[in-house]
């Protein structure tokens, strides 16, 4: 029998890519080099990568502000949701009187047993809201101990308010040191 040498060749290559398929799978090698299960992982990683949504960061922004800033002219900025804006009414709410603005109400949301944690000097608000109300005078009180603090020519005031009570605040309290923007209101 006679064997034609070009078709050793072929034969011979042959075999050869086989032996080298059935190495690579015994090896446990894919495409490249690379170990066929580091391979088969990265494509799973990337397949739930794609099919997971992006981490949330909460950012404290409060909803809705750009709206409220246009209808009512008031800037509402951050908050820990505890503090909420309010159509006026009922009772127990947080009133914000202005030069600039139609009253403005807050509600505080929280649990009626909340209490404030940190030090008995300065203790970290169960609700706060922070903002920008120009020329504010007066500011209600609810039933919870509740601070104001308000821009002045030198900086900032806090207005310790008492319960349940309207409060000079801003121009209301030194008629001589100019209008006062609302900045922040927190409820103990």
């Given at each position: 029998?006679?064997?034609?040498?070009g078709t050793l060749i072929r034969t011979?290559?042959?075999?050869?890519?086989?032996?080298?398929?059935?190495?690579?799978?015994?090896?446990?090698?894919?495409?490249?080099?690379?170990?066929?299960?580091?391979?088969?992982?990265?494509?799973?990683?990337?397949?739930?990568?794609?099919?997971?949504?992006?981490?949330?960061?909460?950012?404290?922004?409060?909803?809705?502000?750009?709206?409220?800033?246009?209808?009512?002219?008031?800037?509402?900025?951050k908050g820990n949701g505890q503090l909420?804006?309010?159509?006026?009414?009922?009772?127990?709410?947080?009133?914000?009187?202005?030069?600039?603005?139609?009253?403005?109400?807050?509600?505080?949301?929280?649990?009626?047993?909340?209490t404030s944690v940190g030090s008995s000097?300065?203790?970290?608000?169960?609700?706060?809201?922070?903002?920008?109300?120009?020329?504010?005078?007066?500011?209600?009180?609810?039933?919870?101990?509740?601070?104001?603090?308000?821009?002045?020519?030198?900086?900032?005031?806090?207005?310790?308010?008492?319960?349940?009570?309207?409060?000079?605040?801003?121009?209301?309290?030194?008629?001589?040191?100019?209008?006062?923007?609302?900045?922040?209101?927190?409820?103990?």
């Open positions: 029998m006679q064997i034609r040498r011979g290559g042959a075999a050869l890519g086989v032996l080298a398929v059935l190495l690579a799978i015994t090896l446990g090698t894919g495409t490249a080099g690379k170990p066929a299960d580091a391979e088969e992982g990265s494509l799973v990683r990337q397949a739930a990568a794609s099919e997971n949504p992006p981490h949330l960061v909460e950012d404290f922004s409060y909803p809705g502000a750009e709206r409220i800033l246009a209808e009512r002219g008031v800037k509402l900025i909420l804006l309010v159509d006026c009414g009922p009772a127990g709410l947080i009133e914000v009187l202005s030069n600039d603005v139609s009253k403005i109400c807050f509600d505080y949301i929280g649990p009626d047993d909340a000097k300065d203790p970290d608000p169960v609700a706060w809201l922070t903002m920008e109300i120009p020329s504010v005078f007066l500011i209600k009180a609810s039933d919870r101990s509740s601070r104001a603090r308000l821009t002045t020519p030198e900086g900032t005031k806090t207005y310790y308010l008492e319960s349940g009570k309207w409060n000079s605040v801003g121009e209301g309290a030194d008629p001589d040191g100019g209008p006062q923007a609302l900045l922040r209101i927190s409820v103990y």
